[in-house]
């Protein structure tokens, strides 16, 4: 089972702000509320959530402008727009620039939460028991089988470990505590950071992984979303 799934909602009505998340509301989810660009700019790139509901007209600036900044980065974040602009031409821009799903305002929140609920599942990887397959990568954790475009990587137990809890978090950041609480777990009172260090490094290596890890400085590591 995944962890928390993140969503970050982008609107200046504060009305509909509250309403969205109420709607949204779930024990599985984190949801993060921004009413201006600058701010969903820092979340966002922080974060690297798994949604983005995102108004276009907001007080800064247009919010197609971020769609695009999250395109150049290649981050495997689903976007859903709101807006008020509802002709066809509005519409088949915001989808062309990289839009997962656009909703013309006014809307009903009961369908809203059904558009999210659909755009959540065609996004997540797919998990099937212990395996998880996500893009090149297969990995089955309870027979030990960890694949890489068809060719199977061998993996310490430790190594193991890490994989796990990063994959099971995609798209957010784990710390550098909580990985080193989770991977030595004999009881020893002191371990030397570099351990870790060198445990990433292996992984990467063994996995051609330096896209899908990534560091995310002075916090810990993160596993990035991968296409199907």
């Not at 009413?35 to 919010?63: H, Y």
């Not at 890490?162 to 020893?188: F, N, P, Q, Y």
Request: aromatic residues 6%; proline residues 2%; glycine residues 4%.
């Amino acid at each position: 089972m995944y962890n928390t799934i993140q969503i970050v909602i982008v609107e200046d009505d504060t009305d509909l702000l509250n309403g969205l998340c109420k709607a949204l509301k779930d024990d599985s989810r984190k949801i993060f509320t921004c009413e201006d660009l600058k701010s969903a700019r820092e979340q966002i790139f922080l974060s690297n959530p798994a949604l983005v509901i995102l108004d276009i007209n907001l007080p800064d600036g247009n919010g197609l402008n971020l769609v695009n900044e999250i395109r150049e980065r290649n981050l495997k974040i689903s976007i859903i727009l709101l807006s008020a602009n509802d002709t066809d031409l509005d519409v088949v821009k915001g989808l062309e620039m990289g839009a997962d799903d656009y909703v013309t305002k006014p809307f009903s929140l009961s369908v809203l939460r059904a558009r999210v609920n659909t755009c959540l599942r065609k996004n997540a990887p797919t998990s099937q028991g212990d395996v998880i397959k996500t893009g090149k990568y297969s990995f089955d954790f309870e027979k030990m089988i960890f694949m890489v475009d068809e060719s199977e990587v061998s993996l310490s137990k430790i190594e193991q470990r890490l994989l796990k809890k990063l994959v099971l978090s995609a798209g957010i950041t784990v710390s550098r505590d909580e990985l080193i609480d989770r991977l030595w777990t004999d009881g020893a009172e002191f371990v030397d950071e570099n351990a870790l260090s060198v445990a990433i490094k292996r992984l990467r290596d063994k996995l051609d992984a330096k896209d899908s890890i990534k560091t995310v400085y002075g916090l810990g590591y993160m596993w990035v979303k991968q296409d199907d």
